[in-house]
């Protein structure tokens, strides 16, 4: 009783456990209960029920309440389906003026909306990467394919890479300086020596599109949320659903809306990449002082000057930070639009991993990486860069940078004409080193791949084998007997205990949406896998992050890791342990340690770090050794941060689980993949995107809340 | 007499969702208490005043007083709830959104307590930055403010950005630039409160050759009872929304209205705050001695000298005309005797 009262939280979890297992092991699985059940496409079997709502029929296999629920939401993704095919192909037809046929023709309002869409990011696309690589789609767009043919001078040429790469090592060096010069040049000239150029002009070309119609959109947005609560209220949601739904989820819909190809992925990636930038814009406008919106209005500004004079100029860099985020975004997007047929790096890459050639995915997954860090920091040094004064300079000083390009303009023209002398007959190396004519080292890596097999198979073979039959196996069969009332119990119960009613309710919403919809077993999976990743990348995260924080240059060095390491888009990271250990769970699951490890050490260092240093003196002058300041003074303190790198990693997990897929789960993810594959997908990738973002968003609202009763409670902001 | 430039009558603002009805409902009589029992927060409570031109307010008061939320509705920068001010004759809270733009482009000009300055531009940008405001063309307003550089000694260091200056010189740019469209009306919030203290007088000193040279009408921000009897003409000392008390140093420092006001008294060094006419008698006597004292004098510059007078002292004007006497045990009286009253 003394320990009840007190502990009297410690006793409540106590008592919440012994229900949920109470509830475990009271409710038996039903004798039909099979692991695949009722879905959206269905196998008609008697012993399946079945119910109807809004006219759409969903079947399924009945089971015992207790032990899972009804899809009771099964309509959802054939309502959805239904409902774009009924927007896409019926609603409102409307007579538009076809270019081609010369007359009216009737069209559907959405079908036309959608195809102008697709036709002028096309056109976007196509301009920007033949000014790249050259071609005449641009201007035949136009003119006409007669007029093209009778005047061939007006084809663009493309740029020549020598001028690309001396580009953006100028830019960079305006940017940055020598340094990141440097590296923007060595990373150009390898991809031009490796044959990657024309992929890599592809995906930059569709980042140069995505990334600045993002940012506008996503500042427009972000300024119109800062000015009105009910737009911010509304957004807000929209917002967080989009943190967390795997970017993968994304695409099926925009399958069906644009089609197959680039446009369609830059329009999807918008929907990705516009979120970051508007929560960015709204946290760089409240960051800015009160007073110097005062002085702005003192000053005699209307609302326009005011917000572009005054605002969006203080929040400067927190506004360029979005920007960085964007790109980033765009980036990672542009490879795994690779699904849904985007030309360029990802595509080869995921050619490469579809042929199981780990050479070649190695050497695209090198540029990719190598693209990502340039990206990274080259929008990051545009954030941090201050505005100098340069009324005193001289013309030449000023403009600098603009007449060393125009001169490298200049000389890669002529090294380029040059070059047609030089390679007579050949591909003319000076200009553009064709995809397979750069060097290759794919052979050299396949090589070892086969060696690190033939030498480690045993002890590889015995480690995976272990891992899935000692560990992987019973973990899976413990969650999957799980009841759905005893996990709602437990997930309710600790919501209730951490955030009282109001968390209840919003975690059981979330809880409910899963278990209703068809895919609860395969949720199951998902939360197996993602568990398993993130307790141990919290392992690692947490040790790795507290010993590099017991020296200054190893904490700053780590953290620099975690930042390239965070700049690949998640895809790349199943090369090398597709490499290692084929096609298993295995793989997966180390691909989904290594991503979700990076938040857990990030934040556990950042944790560490933000303790006061007049703490750290408070309590080294009351004489504690290390240790005991790490456990007495450091880590509680820094516990709040931390558990915030645990909602990071549950999302990272997340994301590499869904993405996982790729190589063989059986969770969430592969069903993900299959929509893509599929004509009526779109209803079901989209539901199971929510599926897995409300997965994420329940986390997130637990730890959220528990943060911020702590840090109140500690009294840090 | 001349029309007062700032006119506030019975000036209310509350904080809170219902709060104008509150304020209706209440007749006037505006308690604090039940007001936060509600969920309202009293600002400013019946602020009546006037300022007239030229003239020097200083508001006083400790954080939470209410005195920046008055002086955010004299600018307008927030809307008072109730009550009505009045900007040389204007009604401020009638104006319409243009013409109160043009009112602050024209007539006002605000410092604030950590400066404000915009930090993407240059210290002579950011003093021309009202005027490009206004419209007028980047040249014009660049060399106006220029002068406004030179004004405040900042020359030589106009195309530094913020980040570069010191403290001080940070806020020579926000005075700089409050001053660049020649307000008639000067609003200074908390300006000096973020310096250090020898910075902090310097620029006291600095200020006040400024308002010397330029006459402006001026409503001061302090929390520094020693710069508000520094400083300034009449003093309004505010306490929970409520001005305690409106009057001139002297009269504060003598005659304190309440116990809140005597408080800030008790440690004031009178003989440096007060002038030989606030304790001189007005009636002369024939028993003068030699000495003649000018009337504007500060009591500790003068008190040697007549504490070695036996008779009274003749005090004059600045014209040399006798206008009153003071007795040597006045002085002793004024600087040691008021505070044992008071306990």
Known sequence: MELIKKYPKLFQWFFLLIVFFALCFSIDVPETYKFIRGQAEFVKDPNQSSFVFLGKEVRYYAFDVFWRLPPLLGWLPIWINDSLFFLMNEWMPIEFWNEDTQEFRTRPLVLQISRNLTAFMTFLIELIREILLGGLETIVAFTSWDWIDKNPWAELPGLPWTIVAAGSAILAYKLSGKGLALFAGLVMVYISIFGQWKPSMQTLSFILVAAPLSFIFGLGLGIAAFKSKRVEKALYPILLVMQTMPQYAVLVPALVLFGVGDHAAVIITMVVAVPPMILLTILGLRAIPPEVIEAGRMSGCNNWQLMFKVLIPTARRDILIGVNQVIMVCFSMAVISAFIGAKGLGFNLLLALNQLNIGLALEAGLCISLIAILLDKMSLAWANKQTDYFGNLTFYQRNKNILFFAATVIIGILLAYVGTFLFKGSYNYLFEVPHNKGISTADFWNKGVDWIFDTFFVYIKAFNTWLIQDVLQPMRALYLRMPVVATLVLVVGAGYLIGGIRSALVVCGLTLFIALSPWWDRALVTAYMATFGVIVSCLIGFTVGTLCFQNKHSASFMLGVCDIFQTFPSFVYLIPVMMLFGITDTSVLIAVIVYATIPATRYTIEGLRSVPVGLHDAATMSGVNKFQRLTKIEFPLAFPHMMLGLNQTIVFALFMVIIGAFIGTEDLGQYILKALSDKKGAGIGFTLGICVAFIGLIFDNLIRTWVEKRKKHLGIN | ?343
């Open chain 2, 1 to 343: 007499m001349s029309k007062p430039v700032i006119k506030c009558e019975a000036v209310y603002k509350i904080f809170g969702e219902n709060a104008k009805k509150m304020l209706q409902d209440s007749n006037g009589n505006v308690d604090a208490k039940t007001f936060q029992e509600n969920g309202c927060i009293v600002g400013v409570n019946n602020a009546s005043f006037e300022v007239s031109k030229g003239e020097m307010l200083v508001v006083m008061g400790l954080s939470g007083s209410g005195k920046s939320t008055l002086l955010r509705c004299i600018s307008r920068l927030t809307d008072a709830t109730g009550g009505k001010i009045f900007i040389e004759g204007q009604d401020l809270l009638q104006l319409k959104n243009k013409e109160l733009i043009e009112l602050r482009r024209n007539k006002m000009g605000m410092v604030f307590q950590s400066f404000a300055l915009l930090p993407h531009k240059t210290v002579v940008e950011n003093i021309a930055f009202p005027l490009q405001i206004k419209g007028i063309k980047t040249e014009d307003s660049i060399s106006k403010a220029m002068d406004m550089v030179k004004l405040v000694g900042l020359d030589g260091r106009e195309n530094y950005f913020p980040r570069e200056l010191s403290g001080g010189q940070q806020q020579r740019v926000g005075i700089a630039r409050s001053l660049a469209v020649e307000p008639d009306i000067w609003f200074l919030d908390e300006p000096f409160s973020a310096l250090d203290p020898l910075i902090r007088k310097e620029m006291q000193d600095e200020f006040l050759r400024l308002q010397d040279k330029l006459q402006k009408t001026i409503m001061f921000i302090t929390h520094d009872f020693d710069e508000a009897l520094k400083l300034a003409d009449r003093i309004a000392i505010m306490k929970d929304g409520i001005i305690e008390q409106l009057d001139t140093p002297a009269n504060i420092v003598l005659n304190p209205a309440t116990e809140y006001v005597r408080k800030f008294t008790e440690e004031v060094p009178r003989e440096k705050v007060l002038l030989i006419e606030d304790v001189m008698e007005s009636s002369t006597t024939d028993n003068l001695g030699d000495l003649k004292v000018l009337k504007n004098e500060i009591i500790e510059n003068v008190a040697e000298k007549i504490l070695t007078q036996e008779k009274s002292v003749a005090v004059i004007d600045n014209n040399n005309k006798i206008v009153g006497s003071i007795n040597p045990t006045k002085i002793i009286n004024t600087v040691f005797g008021g505070r044992k009253n008071n306990n």
